[in-house]
């Protein structure tokens, strides 16, 4: 019988600080991370939720030569600049989403020291992508193309559930949508099974602390800005 946790507030503290300290890390330390480790992360990630218990996650765990051999191919890609764009967002993002964007690019530039209107150098910076930001681990996910939105719903919780747990292990990630456009060059170094489509890479190892981009304090909006609570009110009104 599986053991519940502990409902006390220590447990409810715990759980919140690992939530709250995780962050899209694009610095990293060389210090391996273990296969064992790795296994340990992705058998707690197995347990998200998915709509009927399809579990549309598939997961490429990559290390040592093996990743060196994808950054290279995937740097001569990002070089070459010769791929059809990906369309991560619609070509026109609703204002609020828009805005937060922007304010994003400013503050992550800026810890650069890169001009915002200097693309060359904003595209120079986008290359550190495809070397996992120096992290000594990276992965690869996809799911099968023919399923719907719902099922990339539940690998959004499964990306999320195997973060936490790292994050749990004082372990950072970066998810990145950037290899998505480099698709057919992932194919030509792994075995991606047929009908087997890119959902996005990233990045997993332990922080480079002195890095000015772990400083971003990306502000969040606050509950009463995306929420609307429906009867909550209703028995007090009686």
């Known amino acids: 019988m599986m053991k519940a946790p502990p409902t006390d507030g220590a447990a409810q503290d715990v759980v919140d600080a690992v939530i709250r300290s995780r962050k899209a890390v694009r610095a990293f330390r060389p210090t391996p991370v273990s296969k064992a480790l790795v296994v340990e992360m992705l058998d707690v990630a197995r347990c998200a939720p998915s709509n009927s218990n399809t579990q549309p996650w598939s997961v490429h765990v990559l290390e040592g030569n093996a990743k060196r051999r994808l950054s290279q191919a995937l740097l001569r890609s990002h070089e070459r600049d010769d791929l059809p764009a990906s369309q991560h967002f619609p070509p026109e993002l609703p204002a609020a989403?828009?805005?937060?964007?922007?304010?994003?690019?400013?503050?992550?530039?800026?810890?650069?020291?890169?001009?915002?209107?200097?693309?060359?150098?904003?595209?120079?910076?986008?290359?550190?992508?495809y070397l996992f930001f120096d992290a000594p681990v990276g992965l690869i996910f996809t799911i099968d193309e023919r399923l719907m939105p719902h099922s990339?719903?539940?690998?959004?919780?499964?990306?999320?559930?195997?973060?936490?747990?790292a994050r749990a292990r004082g372990l950072d990630t970066c998810p990145q949508v950037?290899?998505?456009?480099?698709?057919?060059?992932?194919?030509?170094c792994l075995p991606l099974p047929a009908g087997q489509t890119v959902v996005c890479g990233m990045s997993l190892g332990w922080a480079e602390a002195d890095s000015a981009l772990h400083h971003l304090a990306m502000p969040r909006e606050p509950v009463e800005a995306f929420t609307v609570f429906h009867g909550f009110d209703e028995g007090a009104a009686g």
């Open 97 to 129: 989403c828009r805005s937060r964007q922007a304010d994003f690019g400013a503050r992550y530039y800026a810890a650069l020291g890169i001009d915002r209107a200097d693309a060359a150098a904003r595209y120079r910076r986008t290359a550190q992508n």
């Open 152 to 165: 990339w719903a539940d690998f959004g919780m499964f990306l999320q559930t195997f973060m936490l747990a």
């Open 178 to 188: 950037s290899f998505v456009r480099h698709e057919a060059v992932i194919r030509e």
